[in-house]
């Protein structure tokens, strides 16, 4: 194997990260800071704990779990977004985060005012942006819309010029939040043509989803996380298959209640 390939990417060490959530029925700005402040009137909630793995370079990992089992908070610690509670989590190469995708446009701003934006807020250059402009307007499919205010714009525009945007940044970590459902028919399909295109790159993905059917095509290796800890990781036949077991029990103890 090529040592290139062999080059840890990310290392994640004893990472547990804490939220505090405010027992105020109220749920408002206000009665969250004083929670953070008066921690005797919240309560903690763990959202992952002493979380171990690494990942080397071309690996595409699939991640999966239930609903709020720390699928999408991982992401957001690899991408340093969150700051860990204790543990750590190193990264060696630059980060494309597919993460909450057009969540940090302008609404006041045009689309192409946008595309500078997110792109700069991406670490590309202003002129990377201006030569890679027209691929990124005909990818999105809203040519027409260039000169249109964000706020006017749908959720699922929105999420498709920021995937557009992304798609053009080079780097050597992608984070896909489940990404491969973005926008309709056509777009998925072309969007879906660029991982495979980051694949063959050799490029290094963490990919969280809800479909099992794309962890068991595409990706080389699973990790299965349960309320915050990883109860398997390893090939991703074995672990739809120990997630789709431990399911089928949840299922059946609802049914016998």
């Not at 004083?34 to 080397?56: A, C, E, G």
């Not at 750590?88 to 005012?113: A, C, T």
């Not at 260039?146 to 006017?152: D, I, S």
């Not at 940044?169 to 896909?176: A, P, Q, V």
Request: charged share 25%.
């Amino acid at each position: 194997m090529n040592s290139q390939e062999n080059k840890t990417m990310i290392e994640v060490e004893n990472l547990s990260k804490t939220f505090w959530i405010a027992e105020d029925k109220k749920e408002t700005l206000k009665s969250y800071v004083l929670s953070i402040l008066n921690q005797n009137k919240s309560k903690m909630f763990n959202v992952l704990t002493d979380v171990n793995f690494s990942i080397k370079q071309g690996e595409f990992v699939g991640i999966i779990g239930r609903n709020g089992s720390g699928k999408s908070t991982l992401l957001k610690l690899i991408a340093d977004i969150y700051a860990p509670t204790s543990g750590r989590v190193k990264v060696n190469g630059r980060i494309i985060p597919f993460l909450e995708l057009g969540v940090g446009f302008n609404p006041e701003l045009s689309g192409e005012e946008n595309i500078y934006l997110n792109g700069t807020l991406l670490g590309m250059t202003n002129a990377h942006i201006k030569q890679k402009y027209d691929e990124i307007v005909e990818y999105s499919g809203l040519e027409g819309f260039m000169k249109t205010p964000v706020k006017n714009y749908s959720s699922g525009m929105k999420v498709r010029l920021g995937f557009s945007i992304a798609i053009q940044t080079d780097g050597d970590i992608y984070l896909l939040d489940e990404i491969m459902s973005v926008g309709d028919a056509e777009f998925r399909k072309k969007s879906l043509a660029s991982i495979l295109e980051l694949i063959e790159k050799k490029k290094t993905i963490l990919y969280v989803t809800h479909s099992l059917a794309s962890i068991s095509k595409y990706c080389t290796r699973c990790l299965w996380l349960n309320r915050g800890i990883v109860k398997f990781d390893g090939s991703p036949d074995k672990a739809l298959t120990r997630y789709e077991d431990a399911l089928k029990n949840i299922e059946e103890l609802k049914a016998s209640k």
